[in-house]
């Protein structure tokens, strides 16, 4: 039915569907941009009457990067012209690329009393209280150097911005010989069980970086490891993981029988020293859920809930978000299934993870980023980062393309808030 629109106004409608209502004017300029890029290569016109009509807002110049190697390379959309990955979908009721079936945005319940009690808000002007900057080499071989807090404040790699959002990056001086300066954060908090709401607008995306959020405990893996928000590259589906000691493994492979909406990437076993440090993965089916895709889909809320039923993670696009969420007082049995989850019956949540605080990190190559540099095949992932950057190892391309981060494939994460909730009925 779509493709018998004629192109204007299939454009038309796209970029409306694009324009996130309630996002800062950075976000909305990011829309503008890309719809602007894919509106100008297919006809003139339609784009004259885009710049008038959102005027400010549209950015004349295209997302792309101009390599020192002479290539240019563009951001990855995953909308308007993209191969078919799903579209960012703000207020709509079509749904498309938005599978997540609970988002119940104006739920009832969000004036309900919620059993789980906010201990603990990272927000605003005093996000960065209560987290240490881990300093040092990234142990997953990155090649990134991890600063301390005031370090990383005076290189303007952590900082709050204007829109209240608390900035974590990575130095992009144009061709280094050494490792990058990034930034790794810790919670001073630890929890046996907790429930952890991280609400982000943007993420580090693109050819070399890997982004996570997510929590561990001591001892690694004794005290268990659960990645709410990880990939690498191109990559447009989220992926969650535990890594476990041995004895943690889902009942099964099957995800309907799991009760999630994402699937399996690997094996049930979870015990790290039993898979070569793979875990047992899911990925999110929402194809807005990881990257660019997230990103210019105005982002949106990870919430990863570790209780005595086992662990579970729900993933909400940014005009998707429970109202009970955005009101503080989160009430899970309200949110329907989760893309990932690992029940009790065959990881005991009290063996399995204690003392858990939670990360941010961003490195570069790698172990993840740097062993797929050649691959494709994941969902964002059509074509390779050797293929896409004409760099044939990441490492290589990282360190010499610096200012290809600096603009719209920025390895930034901009976040509105993570709160940690504890059962308190
Ligand atoms: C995007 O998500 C839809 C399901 O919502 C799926 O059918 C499609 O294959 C996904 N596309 C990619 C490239 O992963
Ligand atoms: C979404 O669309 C509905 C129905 O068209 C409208 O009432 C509502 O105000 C819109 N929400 C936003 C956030 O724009
Ligand atoms: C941070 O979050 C807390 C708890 O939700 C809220 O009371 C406070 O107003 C927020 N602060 C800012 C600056 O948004
Ligand atoms: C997966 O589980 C569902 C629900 O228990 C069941 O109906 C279905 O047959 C199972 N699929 C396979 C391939 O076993
Ligand atoms: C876990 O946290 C508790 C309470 O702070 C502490 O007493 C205990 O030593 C911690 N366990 C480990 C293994 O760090
Ligand atoms: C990717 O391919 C290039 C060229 O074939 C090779 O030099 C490099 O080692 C490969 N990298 C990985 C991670 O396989
Ligand atoms: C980066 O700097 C090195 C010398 O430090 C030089 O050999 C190389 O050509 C430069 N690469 C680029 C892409 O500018």
Redesign the pocket.
């Known amino acids: 039915m779509v493709h018998s629109l004629p192109i204007p106004l299939l454009l038309l409608l796209q970029f409306l569907a694009l324009i996130p209502t309630v996002y800062s004017n950075n976000i909305i300029s990011r829309a503008a941009q890309r719809t602007h890029k894919v509106a100008a290569r297919h006809t003139h016109a339609i784009a004259r009457d885009l710049r008038v009509a959102f005027g400010a807002v549209l950015v004349s110049e295209p997302p792309q990067q101009l390599l020192a190697n002479g290539r240019t390379v563009y951001c990855k959309s995953n909308a308007v012209g993209s191969s078919g990955t799903g579209q960012g979908n703000s207020n709509s009721s079509s749904g498309t690329g938005t599978p997540t079936k609970s988002a119940s945005a104006g739920s009832p319940t969000a004036s309900a009393v919620s059993p789980w009690k906010l201990a603990e808000a990272h927000n605003g002007s005093e996000f960065f209280q209560g987290w240490s900057f881990d300093v040092g080499a990234d142990p997953t071989h990155g090649v990134v150097d991890y600063l301390d807090q005031s370090q990383a404040t005076s290189a303007g790699l952590a900082y709050v911005n204007s829109a209240g959002n608390a900035i974590m990056a990575v130095d992009t001086t144009n061709n280094l010989s050494g490792n990058r300066e990034s930034v790794r954060i810790t919670t001073n908090s630890?929890y046996n069980q907790a429930l952890w709401i991280l609400n982000a607008i943007h993420m580090p995306t693109g050819c070399g970086v890997w982004p996570a959020f997510w929590t561990n405990g001591?001892?690694w893996p004794a005290?268990g490891e659960i990645d709410i928000v990880e990939g690498v590259n191109d990559y447009t589906n989220n992926q969650a993981t535990i890594h476990t000691n041995p004895g943690c493994s889902m009942p099964t492979s099957n995800t309907t029988a799991l009760g999630v909406t994402g699937e399996l990437v690997a094996q049930t076993n979870c015990a790290a020293a039993e898979t070569g440090n793979q875990g047992c993965g899911m990925r999110s089916n929402s194809n807005v859920s990881f990257g660019a895709a997230f990103n210019n889909n105005g982002g949106g809320v990870y919430a990863s809930k570790l209780d005595d039923t086992g662990v579970s993670i729900h993933f909400w696009p940014s005009a998707q978000v429970p109202s009970d969420i955005l009101a503080g007082t989160p009430q899970p049995s309200s949110w329907g299934a989760p893309f990932a989850a690992w029940p009790a019956s065959t990881c005991d949540p009290s063996t399995f993870f204690?003392?858990q605080s939670a990360i941010f990190d961003t490195t570069l190559c790698g172990d993840w980023a740097g062993s797929a540099w050649n691959s494709t095949g994941v969902p964002g992932q059509e074509q390779s980062c050797a293929q896409r950057t004409g760099y044939s190892t990441c490492e290589s391309f990282v360190m010499a393309e610096g200012s290809a981060f600096s603009q719209a494939c920025m390895f930034n994460w901009e976040v509105k808030s993570v709160n940690i909730y504890q059962y308190k009925p």
Do not use: I, R, S, V
């Open positions: 630890q001591p001892n005290g204690y003392n």
